[in-house]
Each structure stands twice: as C-alpha cells, then as structure tokens.
C-alpha cells in the first residue's frame, strides 16, 4: 500500500512525502493586500509539508472575500510575497498560492465595492469586515459580457504568483465562493451561456482553469472542488452530472492536480476519482467543520487511490506535523479563538513537539 511519508513527482517537482497543508484563511495580512513577515516565518515553519497551499489570494479587489487578506494583483503585493515564498524555499519546502475569487460573499465595508456573483442573489448567513459579522448583501449580478474578464483574473494572479515565486496555484473552486457560485444551482440563476444546464455551469470553472493554465502552465495549475457541498447557502443539482462532466473539460488541460473535499458520499468521490485521469489530492474531513484529518483518514483515502492528502486545522498548531504523523507522536490541539485574530498568537506560537529527557 501506499505510504504517506512516500515520494511523489507533482510535475516539476519532487515531493517528499504526500502530506499537503491545505488552505486556510488566517487574516495576517498588512494593508493593502501585503504579506508580511510573519507570513514567511509561518510558512518556512511548516515546510516539511510535502506541498503547503496558502492561505486563499484574492486576484483582485472586487475578488477579496474577508478583511486582512492577501492580495496577488499589484506590483506591491507581488514584492511582498518574495520573502515568503524564499523562505519556505530555503527550508526545503514548496508552496502553491491558492487563488480565491469571493463573488458574492464579501461586503462593500470591506473593499468599498459592491460584491459581485453569477446571479442577483445573496449568499445566506453573515460575512466577516472590518466592523464584525455583518448580513451578506444583494451582490450585483455580472453582465454575459463581463464574466470573461473575471475568469482572467485567476489567469492574471497566476503570473503574479509566478513572479513572487509560487511554485504553482491553486484555483480555488470549492466553498462558495465564485467559481462554486457559478456550478451552483440556486445561487446562479442566469439564462445566458453560463447559467441553466450542466453545460453552461461549469464554463466560467474551464474557462477560469484554462486561462490559467495557458498563463502559467497546466503543470503549474491545480483546483480544488466541494462537490455537493453547501457553503454560503450555494446548493447544486445534478452533482454526479456537473462534476463528471466538470472533470472531462479539466482533464484536457493537463492540470497539476484536482484537489477534493469529502463533501459528498464515497462512492462519488471514488467515480470522480475514475474519471479524473491525473494527480487527486483528498481533504477527508469538511472544511469549517470540527473533525480533524488523521493518520488513518489518511491511509484510508491513500488505498483509495488518492495521491495526496491534505491536513488543514492540524498544520495550525502543528508547524511539525509531517514529523508527528510519521512517529505517531501526539497532535496538539488548535486554539479556534485564534484562527483569525491577528497578531502572532495563536499564529508562530506553537511549537514543534518537545521531547523529555
């Protein structure tokens, strides 16, 4: 069977093992969209990880979803990704940006812009500003016209990325946020090209993905995907139909790798995994949830023909986390209070496991 602490060639690239520190939102970010040093300590210090994806990147203003997030879509942002990415080179590591376009769920206190979706329909529940949780507003409903240059968008973050030393990105098409509003049902109600059938769902998502790759290289270029999930209040009808089909125009683009949450049954995710020809990395567990991956969701997905797994809530508090998974050493526990808090706390303080004498 496969082992988890096993090499693996993810194109260019020689992985170490086949743990992956997935994405997570830590609002460190300075104003301006800037990644900070801090930044760099936190991710040169998990760079055991066999690929560490970042924290989501907004690819534009009107894209960025949450306060205190960074940004790949000025010069200056781009300049100040240079250290991050040397530093977790020069530990041994390797990083993709996770690319996030936010659509609908952001707020105009937060860009001073209204937020933009598929569709004149709200995301349900509150969004995180400056001020607090406040109710998502009605976002503006994107003319035909329109929609290609927000599929660029993901396109022009990549070269960014590649610029600021990224070994690749990742489009981040899962959760929610644009992308996902697009393959949704109910949260894209559109009659044009891009809304109705399964067709016309998943062309922003190709188009998006085949833009990138064209920019930086399929090789270059992976996304990730919740399907069936419900985030934000986005549902999706024909979930078997829409990702089979989803994966079929993906899998022309010679992408690094599909990157799924287990945010519907085994058996679907084990039909995609048929379908999709290429590198799959698996989160076992559902974003925003309580459970964390473990050692053996790990091994259970590995023997199902996953490639990669990634760890999300566990790398927080566990910069050495490869290291504790391989010696069966104990996982410390997260402090939620400080997921998105700011400051170091709760963001460099934990440490590597201390052995006794």
């Known amino acids: 069977m496969t082992s988890l602490f096993e090499r693996y060639q993810l194109g260019d690239l020689t992985l170490p093992n086949r743990v992956v520190m997935a994405p997570m939102t830590r609002v460190r970010a300075a104003a301006g969209g800037l990644a900070t040093p801090s930044m760099a300590t936190y991710y040169a210090q998990r760079a055991t990880a066999g690929l560490i994806v970042s924290e989501g990147v907004q690819p534009s203003l009107v894209g960025q979803s949450n306060p205190g997030t960074p940004g790949l879509y000025t010069d ?91 070994d690749g990105v ?60 419900r985030f934000w209040g986005t549902e999706e009808t024909e979930v078997r139909e829409l990702y089979t089909a989803l994966l079929a125009e993906l899998a022309r683009l010679g992408l690094a790798y599909l990157h799924l949450e287990a945010t519907t049954d085994e058996e679907l995710l084990l039909e995609l995994r048929r379908v999709w020809p290429g590198t799959l990395i698996v989160n076992p567990t559902v974003p925003m949830g309580t459970k964390q991956t473990n050692r053996e969701d790990a091994d259970h997905w590995l023997g199902q023909g996953a490639d990669l797994i990634s760890f999300g809530r566990s790398f927080i508090s566990n ?39």
């Open 170 to 229: 990742e489009l981040h098409g899962a959760n929610g946020y644009l992308i996902s509003q697009f393959l949704s049902s109910n949260a894209n109600l559109r009659t044009d090209s891009y809304g109705g059938s399964v067709t016309n769902r998943i062309r922003f998502a190709v188009e998006a993905a085949a833009a990138t790759a064209d920019a930086v290289g399929g090789d270059r270029t992976g996304i990730r995907l919740s399907p069936g999930g």
């Open 76 to 166: 200056e942002q781009v300049a100040s990704w240079k250290p991050v990415t040397a530093a977790v080179h020069a530990n041994g590591g390797r990083i993709f940006a996770q690319i996030m376009h936010g659509g609908r769920v952001s707020h105009p206190s937060t860009t001073g812009v209204r937020p933009v979706g598929p569709s004149a329909v709200p995301a349900v529940g509150d969004v995180f500003t400056p001020t607090g949780p406040r109710p998502a507003p009605m976002p503006r409903a994107l003319e035909e016209a329109e929609v290609p240059e927000h599929a660029e968008s993901y396109a022009g973050a990549a070269r960014h990325a590649v610029a600021a030393g990224f």
């Open 319 to 357: 910069p050495d986390l490869v290291e504790r998974l391989r010696t069966g050493l104990p996982i410390s526990p997260v402090d939620e209070a400080t997921y998105y808090q700011g400051g170091d706390r709760g963001y460099l303080t934990y440490p590597a496991y201390q052995h006794s004498a």
